[in-house]
Nanobody, 128 residues
Framework: QVRLVESGGGLVQPGGSLRLSCAAS????????MGWFRQAPGKEREGVSC????????YYGDSVKGRFTISRDNTENTMYLQMNSLKPEDTAVYYC?????????????????????WGKGTLVTVSS
């Protein structure tokens, strides 16, 4: 049984940082891509970032480029999202997901394509 569990969310002030984690079990991720997606209240889901486990190549949505960094530890089956220079508009529930596909399509489609398994999400609130 595939399971993805996000952690690391919380309340942070604008300009601050948080690191999210996504622990995967029940799946060997070597040939998968893993992504982060978010959904703010009253808004549609948005693709944030994706990483291809095979070679570590990454892809970012325009709204987070230069501020967020995705990484993974294949030995631990864990993916991370380092979020810096956080803004109030980054407030959302952040979900991790994985699938066999392409990062660009996954992020640009906000996870409609190429993501097969999803976590339950972790809330990030950016507020003073």
């Amino acid at each position: 049984q595939v399971r993805l569990v996000e952690s690391g969310g919380g309340l942070v002030q604008p300009g601050g940082s948080l690191r999210l984690s996504c622990a995967a079990s029940g799946i060997t991720l070597d040939y998968y891509v893993m992504g982060w997606f978010r959904q703010a209240p009253g808004k549609e889901r948005e693709g944030v970032s994706c990483i291809r486990n095979r070679d570590g190549s990454t892809y970012y949505g325009d709204s987070v480029k230069g501020r967020f960094t995705i990484s993974r530890d294949n030995t631990e089956n864990t993916m991370y999202l380092q979020m810096n220079s956080l803004k109030p508009e980054d407030t959302a529930v952040y979900y991790c997901a994985t699938g066999v596909g392409h990062c660009a399509l996954a992020v640009d489609s906000a996870g409609e394509y190429d993501m097969n398994y999803w976590g339950k999400g972790t809330l990030v609130t950016v507020s003073s």
